[in-house]
């Protein structure tokens, strides 16, 4: 009886790992991971599809000289790729106005500056622009301009 038990109690919970493989798929060989990121979005849009400014847009807006009055150096996150647009929010303004995000290297980016009470962010379009990763969070010199 003792046997009976404890073999019970060893298979019952691995028949909950049952979901996890396929049924063509032995117990011990789970099915393959999907190897792309296309793959694990299952048909999500890429990075291109999401940025809504053109190229002539872009290239405009960082040809811009940096130059304005200094507001302030913030750290930026990757704002929302649902609005469109070349934008940075901060704490820096009260009131939406033009302005410029400029990198330590120099790279600059005319914006639109949007008041916020959180972190500061930047638009998915300015990061493109700039040339930077999704995941970086760089410090931004921001400049309001005349």
């Known amino acids: 009886m003792k046997h009976i038990t404890l073999t019970l109690c060893l298979i019952l919970p691995l028949s909950a790992c049952a979901g996890a493989w396929s049924t063509t798929k032995s117990w ?40 304005g009055q200094v507001l302030g150096i913030v750290s930026v996150a990757l704002g929302s790729p649902a609005q469109p647009g070349l934008w940075l929010k901060s704490n820096l303004v009260t009131a939406p106005t033009q302005g410029r995000a400029v990198l330590a290297n120099g790279a600059g980016v005319n914006v639109d500056l949007l008041p916020s009470t959180g972190g500061a962010t930047l638009s998915f379009s300015a990061y493109r622009a700039l040339g930077l990763g999704l995941t970086d969070l760089p410090q931004v010199q921001v400049l309001a301009l005349p």
């Open 28 to 67: 011990f060989n789970p099915r393959p991971q999907p190897t792309s990121l296309q793959a694990l979005t299952m048909g999500g849009q890429s990075a291109a599809e999401l940025d809504a400014v053109s190229d002539v847009q872009k290239a405009a807006a960082v040809a811009a000289p940096n130059a």
